[in-house]
């Protein structure tokens, strides 16, 4: 497996464009189309929320129903949650529009918002929109580029990426582009993620696929602990690498899985090191745990805890923190017998041992802790099982952003 340049347009028969449509912003691209020249399979997770914006909705319904998928129309600005029976007749007049500009029928047409909860869609530009999305649909690796700048908000940059391996004698391509920066605590923010292969594979093993890989990529990132209503990630698989069709779990399908992980996780690393405000990606790695649940349920209880992303952005090694956070987690431990280490390009240093802080230099803690990725490794001394979570500091600029947010 190789990484290539690009995102949703690398993989064969991939189109995509991005436009201004300005359904709320000005002088920014804020529609976006990925396209597919054949029918596609496809599979989704969604946010667990139980507010649930009307694209979600749309789309379960879609991916269960349809025979394929052939189109997703993603705005910005509005999240077209909270709308009622009205946001829900957007989605199906969003998907005649693009069904009628693309000549296919509508109930393959995914849609998919993000923004501001409350407000209706203004159908007139999400309309035109999807007009100007389907007269400038191309393959290259710009149009990827622009659809995924169309698909941010708060984000401060747009997240693509692609990766090649073989299967059947065939090179297949995985590409994806995903958004997100603030309302990120996916549990399958406000996340949206595309993601699109060549591969022929069963409709039944990419659901399989995606569902299992999320449990260690987006579920395991969060910037400030709120699940969206409009968390939704998309696999579409449209078969024209040629790969004879995966429909057992075989070696291809295995690299496959490999592949498809390679792109999630780095999409969802993206996207907690842009979380809103953010100064650093700020990563825990627990290792040697009892078993896998609890090694994820530690990991991820040290990137939510306020205290912790608060220390990390002041560049302070305060441990106290994160043994409080490993400690209200749920899982059950020796904190006597754990060690907790700090590391980032700068170097590594141990932090606590045998119940008590270690013997180290705070000045060389904070040379770590500067660096724009930092790490907390947790070795729990229990088992074999590990996980890791990412997230991000918390920084004066997260409150600033969120404070007039709806402005």
Request: glycine fraction near 8%; hydrophobic fraction near 40%.
């Amino acid at each position: 497996m190789e990484h290539i340049k690009g995102g949703v347009t690398a993989a064969k028969g991939f189109m995509a464009a991005g436009v201004e449509a300005n359904v709320k912003y000005k002088n920014r691209k804020d529609m976006a189309m990925v396209y597919s020249q054949v029918p596609c399979k496809a599979a989704g997770v969604f946010t667990s929320n139980v507010v649930k914006a009307a694209p979600v909705v749309w789309d379960r319904e879609k991916i269960n129903t349809s025979p394929y998928i052939q189109a997703v129309v993603v705005n910005s600005g509005i999240a077209n949650a909270c709308t009622g029976r009205q946001g829900y007749a957007y989605c199906q007049e969003t998907a005649d529009a693009a069904a009628g500009a693309l000549q296919i029928p509508g109930d393959c047409v995914l849609v998919a918002s993000t923004g501001v909860i409350g407000m209706q869609l203004p159908m007139d530009k999400i309309t035109a929109g999807v007009a100007a999305l389907a007269g400038c649909l191309k393959d290259t690796q710009e149009a990827g580029t622009q659809a995924a700048e169309a698909i941010m908000t708060t984000d401060t940059i747009s997240k693509q990426v692609a990766v090649q391996f073989e299967a059947g004698g065939k090179t297949v391509t995985v590409g994806g582009m995903s958004k997100g920066s603030g309302m990120i605590h996916p549990n399958m923010c406000t996340m949206l993620g595309f993601v699109t292969t060549d591969i022929a594979i069963s409709k039944e093993l990419l659901q399989e696929a995606l569902s299992a890989d999320v449990v260690d990529t987006f579920n395991m990132i969060s910037v400030d602990g709120d699940t969206s209503t409009n968390d939704t990630l998309v696999v579409l698989a449209n078969g024209c690498a040629g790969n004879p069709e995966i429909t057992e779990k075989n070696e291809d399908y295995l690299h496959f899985c490999q592949a498809l992980h390679e792109v999630n996780e780095t999409l969802a690393k993206m996207m907690a090191g842009d979380g809103e405000g953010a100064a650093a990606l700020f990563e825990t790695k627990v290792i040697h745990a009892a078993n896998k649940e609890d090694a994820r349920t530690l990991a991820k209880s040290v990137i939510c805890s306020s205290l912790t992303k608060a220390a990390i952005f002041g560049h302070d090694a305060n441990w106290g923190r994160i043994l409080c956070a490993l400690g209200y987690s749920g899982a059950s431990f020796d904190p006597e017998a754990i060690e907790l280490f700090f590391e980032s390009s700068a170097g590594r240093i141990q932090i606590y041992k045998d119940g008590q802080a270690a013997d180290y230099s705070e000045e060389e803690a904070t040379k770590i802790l500067s660096c724009p990725v930092v790490t907390v490794v947790v070795d729990m001394k229990m088992g074999e099982a590990q996980a890791t979570a990412w997230g991000c500091d918390l920084t004066y600029d997260y409150v600033k952003i969120n404070a007039d947010y709806r402005s």
